[in-house]
């Protein structure tokens, strides 16, 4: 694994809310990588394309659907350990 995610905030989440999602993978600097956001109570999975610059790092910010309904939410991408999110009510 050569990713990671890295300052992704806040943990916990809460549903409605903001996300920031940060990636570091040097090995796929300058390329256009996808996170999934997977809710692990449904199976349900949204891929939203992240640019890396030069450095490998790339960042952005995700709203949690409010009806998210899973007090978890994983993020996932090729190469990258990883990372569970804990999701609050509104």
Known sequence: ???TFQGTFPNPVQAGGNLIIRLYDPDRAG???HVFVLNPAT???TSIPMVLDDDGVGGL???VP???D???LTLQS???TDLTV???EP
């Open 1 to 3: 694994m050569s990713g």
């Open 31 to 33: 390329h256009t990588v």
């Open 43 to 45: 199976g349900q999975s």
């Open 61 to 63: 910010k995700w709203v």
């Open 66 to 68: 409010v009806d998210w």
């Open 70 to 72: 899973a007090p978890l």
């Open 78 to 80: 090729e190469d990258t």
């Open 86 to 88: 804990t999701v609050t």
